[in-house]
């Protein structure tokens, strides 16, 4: 009898321990918030449980440190409870730190768990991997992998594409391609993290090669993932022709349904000079338009020059019901700034500080700049006293250069200082400072700048240029003699200055800032990477085709005066893209009315 009784009374205890097994799932799947985590938390706690459902409390981490509740300081705390956490555990909590706004610390808790009793798991060092990306954590990234390696998780396909995507993130493309090639199975997944990491990185046509390579050789069907690494590609290297194709093949894969990829087929084109084929993208839309289409295309006319369309856009937006964003007005600002419309900027940055908007570093650092191009040097420097936040690095390098602009060496001292206190150790503070000492004709200053760059081992950045011609890309730097065809350059630059001699061309010497002659000075000038651009462009395409040079420093004014000139003595149309808009030069003017 007493044996009969203590099996019913196992059996009632098991019924029980499912049933509450049961309520406990069923309250999980209705749990959206920290109150009701924490509700079912107690009940768990009440019943001396908390310790005895491992399944219930991983969930219970999951909910608390994802999103949406993303709790992760009440995440933690709840983790520390546990007598024995399991590898789940600490996989839910490492997972939400790493989408977390403090990725590093998923990589503390990952060293944590590696010193723990517990095992680490692929999907541990997936999400620590993961948060290493997010931290462009390099180093963290590789010991994690050598664990990878020691652990046993190398042929995992998922983790691998999670080390190549890493390793693009971060910049290490040589190991990204390591991990990539040696990958015996590759899915979509991996192909779109290498063609985004070397699009993002600083191998673009090596990007464009691979898109191409898949699709043509692989036989993959890339997916909107794919174009958007191939479209940034484009527009790094201002390939028009290769955008172009790429674009068609969005339009027959009918990847055009997808916002994001419109979005970045206008931005594509803009970048690639063809202002007018991104608005005809941004018109026929059929997808929709988000705020991004808008902020996107009013941006394209700010760097294009084109203020009066930028504005014209920026109504329109806020007749269509859109409201404007902080990024809707850092492109109008921009916009005033090419436009040379300082009032109105002003007017705009003021409005919006008076209508609630939250200004960031760059809303200040566009109106400092509208303000020192003008040369209201002193305005622009009582807007940086009257930030908030703390000037950084690229505003007084902005008030440093409308300094070397308007010779201002007392501004141009008090920004270089800054600078310095700041850790910049960018050659252009440097080269700007001494530049404006050097107009001054104090070479004495000069010399002491240089000396302070030799001391530092401060290098110059040399100016280069590149021009695709038949869909390659063939780049210059200054006064490069590297081309195949450099014997025909330099002949066509000859027969250049020669000819733009009779519109009255006279090189600008001023602005080669040394102490020495004057042929010596023209001859500096003479080479630019531009220039040699531009001459390669006459020699290799047809009357009438224009010339598009991409240029990664600020044009200079001699090159500026000469593009004006090319464009009028041989009837072509020529857009220069440099380090901060676009010039484009038909029959001797520039889309910029020599306001830059």
């Known amino acids: 009898m007493n044996t009969l009784s203590t099996k019913a009374s196992r059996v009632a205890t098991c019924w029980s321990f499912c049933d509450g097994m049961a309520n406990l799932e069923l309250l999980l799947q209705k749990c959206d918030s920290l109150t009701h985590i924490k509700k079912l938390q107690a009940r768990l706690v009440t019943l001396g449980r908390f310790q005895s459902y491992p399944s219930i409390t991983i969930k219970l981490l ?28 600490w996989n839910a909590v490492v997972r939400g730190l790493a989408q977390s706004l403090q990725p590093l610390q998923a990589i503390s808790w990952y060293a944590a768990i590696s010193r723990s009793p517990q095992h680490v798991d692929a999907l541990t060092c997936s999400f620590a991997l993961k948060a290493c990306a997010r931290a ?31 390793y693009a993130k971060v910049g290490n493309l040589g190991f990204a391609q390591k991990v990539f090639d040696e990958m015996p199975k590759r899915d979509l997944a991996c192909w779109n993290a290498l063609v985004a990491g070397l699009a993002q990185g600083s191998q673009p046509s090596e990007a464009l090669a691979l898109f191409w390579r898949m699709n043509e050789d692989e036989g993959l069907k890339p997916n909107e993932v794919t174009v958007l690494g191939a479209l940034s590609a484009c527009s790094q290297l201002g390939a028009l022709s290769g955008g172009e194709r790429v674009h068609g093949f969005i339009v027959d894969a009918k990847l055009d349904t997808h916002v994001i990829v419109c979005n ?94 939250v200004l960031n570093v760059k809303h200040y650092g566009t109106v400092v700049d509208l303000l020192g191009r003008a040369g209201r040097l002193q305005e622009a420097y009582e807007i940086v006293k009257s930030m908030p936040m703390f000037p950084d690095v690229v505003l007084w390098q902005t008030l440093l250069g409308a300094s070397k602009t308007y010779g201002n060496v007392e501004m141009a001292e008090m920004a270089s200082r800054k600078l310095v206190e ?51 890309i063939h780049k210059f730097l200054n006064g490069d003699q590297s081309h195949v065809n450099s014997c025909e350059i330099y002949s066509k630059l000859d027969e250049i200055k020669f000819r733009i001699k009779d519109y009255g061309y006279v090189a600008k010497t001023n602005h080669v800032l040394h102490d020495i002659g004057e042929e010596e000075k023209e ?44 464009s009028k003595v041989y009837n072509r149309e020529i857009i220069v893209r440099d380090r901060a808009r676009f010039h484009r030069f038909q029959d001797g003017f520039c889309s910029c009315r020599d306001y830059w």
């Open 523 to 566: 001859n500096a000038l003479g080479y630019h990477c531009e220039k040699l651009a531009v001459a390669f462009g006459l020699i290799s395409t047809s009357e009438g085709t224009p010339i598009q040079v991409i240029k990664n420093l600020r044009i200079c004014d001699d090159c500026h005066v000469v593009m004006k000139l090319v």
């Open 422 to 472: 700041l850790g910049s150790e960018g050659c252009g503070d440097f080269v700007l400072l001494s530049n404006v000492y050097a107009a001054h004709k104090r070479w004495d200053d000069v010399g002491r700048v240089r000396e302070a760059m030799k001391r530092r081992d401060v290098k110059k950045v040399p100016g280069f240029g590149y021009i695709e011609v038949e869909g390659v």
């Open 264 to 357: 970045a087929v206008v931005d594509m084109y803009a970048k690639c000079g063809s202002v007018d084929r991104a608005y005809r993208v941004f018109e026929s839309m059929n997808c929709g338009k988000n705020l991004i289409t808008w902020n996107t295309m009013i941006m394209a006319f700010a760097i294009h020059g084109d203020c009066e369309k930028a504005l014209e856009l920026f109504q329109k937006m806020g007749r269509n019901g859109v409201r404007a964003d902080a990024v809707s007005y850092l492109a109008v600002l921009c916009a005033c700034n090419h436009g040379g419309l300082v009032d109105y900027g002003v007017k705009l940055f003021n409005s919006m500080a008076g209508g609630g908007m």
């Open 62 to 89: 999951e909910l608390c440190a994802l999103p949406p509740v993303a709790n992760l300081p009440y995440a933690t705390t709840l983790f520390h409870y546990l007598q024995t956490p399991s590898t789940r555990h």
């Open 136 to 166: 462009l954590a390099s180093s963290e990234a590789m010991q994690i992998h050598a664990q990878v390696v020691r652990f046993g998780f190398g042929g995992d396909v998922l983790l691998q594409t999670t080390l190549l995507d890493v």
